[in-house]
Nanobody
Framework: QVQLVESGGGLVQPGGSLRLSCAAS????????MGWYRQAPGKQRGLVAV???????NYTDSVKGRFTISRDNAKNTVYLQMDSLLPEDTAVYYC?????????WGQGTQVTVSS
């Protein structure tokens, strides 16, 4: 069992930056692939970025060059640095931990990009 708690969301102007954090507890954090997903109103939840146990990363095309995912296994935390934010980045952002057939989700944090 893994518990995930996201933080760092908020209201930011277009072009601004935010850093999301996801703190994990309850299991061996380093054994999990970690991902950030987002869901905008009226849309399906979709992958934003993922980082494997080996540190390999992958991003959805719309955030490449603007967002950076990283992990600190000593702190059991995964981060999402979001720069050059656009109004279309507005969504609830969720953290996910995956290992074999286990998947765990956080409760989500709201990111609103608006002037």
């Amino acid at each position: 069992q893994v518990q995930l708690v996201e933080s760092g969301g908020g209201l930011v102007q277009p072009g601004g930056s935010l850093r999301l954090s996801c703190a994990a507890s309850g299991s061996i954090f380093s054994a999990y692939t970690m991902g950030w997903y987002r869901q905008a109103p009226g849309k399906q939840r979709g992958l934003v970025a993922v980082i494997t146990t080996a540190g390999s990363t992958n991003y959805t095309d719309s955030v490449k060059g603007r967002f950076t995912i990283s992990r600190d296994n000593a702190k059991n935390t995964v981060y999402l640095q979001m720069d050059s934010l656009l109004p279309e980045d507005t969504a609830v952002y969720y953290c996910k931990a995956s290992r074999l057939w286990w998947n765990y989700w956080g409760q989500g944090t709201q990111v609103t990009v608006s002037s």
